[in-house]
């Protein structure tokens, strides 16, 4: 555990040293859950942002893309349903006066288990060495299936007393399984809660006239509403989805985690239109599909797995979560989920409005059923850049920070450095970066000895450097140094758009797929 913690604490101030992430309003001893991207962070969100939007809105003939407003009329969030049911369970400590999410204590819990699984699994593989068979150990060995048996056992029950609002049991709960407080270690509890997550405002100059508003807890609802808008000036036919990306707002009781639960932050949705009775399968098509995306930024596949939901939101059939393995263990990346008819009827039912198709096919009117994904923007980015900061020991004895970022994602994909200051190297290496800049986001850097140079760019995940010294003088070659592996060659000048192209393109990450 203070492995992690220490893991997590590095990437926390890394972030901020290397300008990606700062506190907001830090001047102001900063504002809680809260965060802004700086120079590199942008670049770095930005990227993520467009791998998704080429992979979902791009490449799919039959998915467009919106940017609906962040203010949307008042009704919308009760025919969502998020004026009633868009609330957490929460729970006091008596002791320590600190408030938590109950269905997060007893997940966390839960997880406790899944460790002790593994750490079974890590025993048993050093035991019988080669032999090992995991998915055997795995299916038979009693203990693992006791702590598997318990875990489900117990979300199940939490998920039924949640479903039923059954609150006193959600207590019940976290008392017979003995939950302390992390803080104070005590288990004086207060009873559990609900708390509605959405932030309220207001809309309009005068106190009688103004409108109370909410800011959007989720980007979903703004395509919902444009649903037919959307179909009718596309001519979308069904299955068809849109696709947008926004800024999402909720009052979190527990932010804590950097930018994993932050009170702004940033969704990648998609909701896709299909008809009734197939979504079943779009389901499973869809969580198909965005597993490869995630897989193609080659973060490692041991560190995703699905968690399949038993406590359904009110709006589902199924529902999973692509979970990462973060530097505080394996937590949700991005949902899937089948949200039946429920948004586009429940709209119809309180706008009047139809919100319906034809289908030609089947020559009828029907109200399509969803499949939603929903990825959290800010959540990849602590994905990417948590999994590829990393110290190196090297063969001289010394250590570097290196950021291995997928090279698709660096906020700078070269840096163009002069060996020295004089000798007209600085001249030429302006030219090579104003040829550069055309394609790509590029660095210039003459300050402090090369090597120095060669670490400010790792430390900020830059997967080329590109030195002129004197022989770029005779010959019109540089040497080009490769982040991850430190080689270097000597390449013409000529040369570098295709080599730094070869790397960043992404139609090569997203062939991967
Ligand atoms: P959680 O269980 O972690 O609260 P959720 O299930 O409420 O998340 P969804 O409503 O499914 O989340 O939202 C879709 C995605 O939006 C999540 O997978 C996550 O990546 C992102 N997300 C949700 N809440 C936050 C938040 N407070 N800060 C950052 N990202 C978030």
């Not at 041991?302 to 973060?326: Q, T």
Request: overall charge negative; aromatic content about 12%; some cysteine.
């Amino acid at each position: 555990m203070a492995n992690q913690d220490d893991q997590f604490k590095k990437v926390v101030s890394h972030a901020k040293e290397y300008g990606f992430v700062f506190q907001s309003s830090e001047i102001y001893d900063g504002l809680s859950a809260v965060y802004d991207y700086a120079q590199n962070g942008v670049e770095l969100k930005k990227n993520i942002r467009e791998y998704w939007w080429k992979a979902m809105v791009q490449m799919h003939e039959n998915i467009v893309g919106l940017d609906a407003a962040i203010f949307m009329h008042p009704t919308t969030w009760k025919a969502s349903g998020h004026v009633d049911a868009f609330n957490d369970p929460l729970i006091d400590n008596k002791d320590s006066k600190k408030r938590y999410r109950a269905d997060v204590l007893i997940e966390d819990y839960v997880a406790k288990l899944d460790d002790k699984i593994e750490k079974e699994v890590e025993k048993a593989a050093k035991r019988f060495g080669d032999t090992f068979d995991k998915e055997q150990f795995l299916a038979t060995n009693e203990r693992v299936l006791g702590y598997k048996t318990k875990g489900e056992a117990i979300l199940k029950r939490m998920g039924k007393s949640l479903g039923e609002e059954n609150l006193a049991d959600v207590k019940a709960l976290i008392e017979e399984l003995e939950i302390v407080c992390p803080l104070s270690g005590s288990k004086n509890w207060t009873e559990v809660k609900q708390f509605n997550l959405m932030f309220g405002t207001k809309i309009g100059a005068s106190a009688d006239a103004s409108m109370d508003l909410y800011l959007r807890p989720e980007t979903a609802q703004g395509i919902f509403v444009n649903f037919s808008n959307v179909q009718k000036s596309g001519r979308m036919k069904i299955p068809f989805g849109i696709a947008q990306t926004g800024k999402a707002f909720r009052n979190e009781i527990v932010a804590r985690q950097f930018i994993f639960r932050m009170r702004e932050f940033e969704q990648m949705e998609m909701q896709f239109f299909v008809r009734p009775g197939t979504q079943k399968e779009w389901y499973e098509e869809w969580k198909q599909a965005r597993l490869k995306w995630h897989l193609s930024l080659g973060l490692g596949k041991e560190n995703y797995r699905f968690h399949d939901h038993d406590k359904l939101a009110h709006y589902a059939d199924a529902a999973a979560d692509i979970e990462f393995k973060f530097p505080f263990g394996f937590k949700e990346l991005e949902g899937i989920h089948s949200r039946t008819d429920f948004d586009l009827s429940s709209h119809e039912k309180f706008s009047g409005k139809k919100l319906q198709y034809f289908d030609p096919e089947l020559n009828e009117h029907y109200v399509p059923y969803v499949v939603e994904t929903s990825v959290g923007l800010d959540r990849m980015f602590l994905a990417v850049f948590s999994n590829s900061l990393q110290e190196e020991e090297l063969e001289n004895g010394t250590t570097r920070t290196v950021l291995r970022l997928p090279a698709v994602l660096a906020p700078t994909k070269a840096a163009i450095l002069p060996l020295v200051k004089k000798d007209g190297l600085p001249e030429i290496a302006s030219k090579i970066m104003d040829d550069l800049k055309w394609d790509f986001s590029v660095d210039y850097d003459e300050k402090d000895a090369v090597g120095r140079r060669y670490r400010r760019q790792d430390a900020v995940g830059t997967p080329f450097c590109i030195t002129v010294d004197h022989e770029t003088l005779e010959n019109d070659t540089v040497t080009i140094r490769y982040r991850d592996t430190m080689a270097q060659n000597r390449v013409k000048i000529s040369e570098l758009r295709d080599i730094i192209k070869e790397e960043v393109d992404v139609k090569k990450w997203l062939m991967k797929m």
